[in-house]
C-alpha cells in the first residue's frame, strides 16, 4: 500500500504515490554519529521522492515496539540501522512478513553489512538500501531451537572477547582489538565433537565459529558460504597466531593474520556440537553465557535482503 500525497506547480497538482520505509534504528549503536546517514535519508526523500518513519530501539520491548509500529504504519520495505544484533533483532521480528529487508552500517565492526558488500559510509549505504530494486533471500541460523542469529556465533576467544568488551566504556576497533589480545593470552585449548546428517568430526582448537556469512567485520574471510545458500560454516581456529600479532604491533586485526587461520571448515544443515568444557557463547555480538554443547540449525529464505 502506497500513501497518497499531492506535488503542487504552477499549473496543476499531481498525484505522487510514495514508497514508505520504516527506519528501524539503534541510537546507541557504534562510536560515531549517525547524524551524515539522517541527513542523507532527508535528502534523498525530497530528491526521489518517498515517505519514510523513524523508529528507535530502546533495548526494552523492541520487538513489540517494531510490531506496533510496522502495524499502523504499514511500509513497503523496513531498514534497520546499526550493528549485527540490531539487524538480528528486526530480521527475527520480520521474519516470514515479506517485507524487504535493508541495512545500513551503523555499528562498530559492522560485520553482516561488509559481508553483503554494504559500503562503509552510512550515508552511501542509505542510497542502497532506498533504490534497490532486488532482493535474495537471507537465510537465519538458530541455536538451541530459539535463539536467532543473522551473521555468525561462535565459541572460545572471540566470544570471551564480547564479554569483555560489552562490560567496558571503550568502543570501536581498537577497544575491540584490546580485550581480544586479553581473550586469546587467557583462552585453552578446547576439544569438540560435531554431529553433521553427513559425518562426526573430533577437533581441537581456540574458538569455533558458525558463520551465516562469509566475512567478519574487519574484512577477515572465513568461509565460502553465502548468506542464501541454506546452509552455515562451521570454522575451526586449531592455532593463534599471538606471537606473530605482538611483533606486528596489534593494529585492529592483525591478530588474524595467519591466512590458513580460518582454514578448517564444514559446511551443512544442522550440527550438534559436544565441548570438552564449558565455554564463552556469543551471537551477533551478543554474549550468551557458557555451554559445553549447542544444537545449530539453519531458518532457510526467512527475509527477504534488499541488495544492490
Known amino acids: 500500500m502506497f500513501l497518497t500525497r499531492y506535488k ?3 499549473h496543476y497538482a499531481a498525484r505522487v504515490h510514495l514508497m514508505k520505509i520504516l527506519f528501524i534504528l ?4 557504534g562510536n560515531k554519529s549517525n547524524d551524515d546517514a539522517i541527513l542523507r535519508i532527508h535528502q534523498l526523500a525530497v530528491d526521489l521522492p518517498f515517505d519514510f518513519k523513524f523508529c528507535y530501539t530502546t533495548g526494552k520491548n523492541d520487538e513489540s515496539l517494531i510490531l506496533s509500529e510496522i502495524e499502523w504504519y504499514k511500509p513497503d520495505r523496513i531498514v534497520a540501522g546499526g550493528g549485527d544484533g540490531t539487524l538480528q533483532l528486526v530480521a527475527r521480528t520480520i521474519r516470514e512478513m515479506d517485507t524487504p529487508l535493508g541495512v545500513l552500517p551503523l555499528g562498530s ?15 552511501a549505504a542509505v542510497g542502497i538500501v532506498v533504490n534497490a530494486t532486488h532482493t535474495v533471500p537471507l537465510d537465519l541460523l538458530i541455536f538451541n531451537n530459539k535463539h536467532v542469529c543473522i551473521h555468525l556465533g561462535d565459541i572460545g576467544i572471540n566470544a570471551r572477547m564480547v564479554r569483555e568488551y560489552s562490560q567496558s566504556e571503550g568502543r570501536g576497533m581498537m577497544a575491540y582489538a584490546k580485550h581480544l589480545m586479553s581473550s586469546m593470552k587467557e583462552s585453552e585449548l578446547l576439544q569438540y565433537t560435531i554431529i553433521t546428517p553427513e559425518q562426526t568430526y573430533h577437533k581441537e582448537g581456540y574458538m569455533l ?3 551465516n556469512a562469509n566475512k567478519y567485520g574487519t574484512g577477515i574471510h572465513i568461509s565460502e558460504g553465502t548468506v542464501d545458500d541454506g546452509r552455515f560454516e562451521i570454522c575451526n581456529v586449531p592455532r593463534i597466531a599471538l606471537d606473530d600479532a605482538i611483533k606486528s604491533g596489534l593494529t585492529a586485526l592483525n591478530v588474524f593474520i595467519d591466512k590458513n587461520m580460518f582454514s578448517d571448515v564444514i559446511s551443512c544443515e544442522h550440527a550438534e556440537i559436544a565441548i570438552s568444557e564449558k565455554v564463552h557463547f556469543q551471537i551477533d555480538g551478543e554474549y550468551m553465557g557458557m555451554v559445553d554443547k549447542l544444537t545449530v540449525g539453519i531458518l532457510p529464505s526467512s527475509v527477504p535482503l534488499l541488495v544492490a
Do not use: R
Not at 26 to 29: E, G, I, Q, T
Not at 113 to 123: C, H, L, Q, W, Y
Open 8 to 10: 503542487l506547480n504552477s
Open 109 to 123: 565492526a559492522n560485520g553482516f553489512a561488509t559481508a553483503i558488500g554494504m559500503p562503509k559510509d552510512p550515508a
Open 209 to 211: 565459529a558458525f558463520a
Open 26 to 29: 539503534n541510537p546507541v549503536s
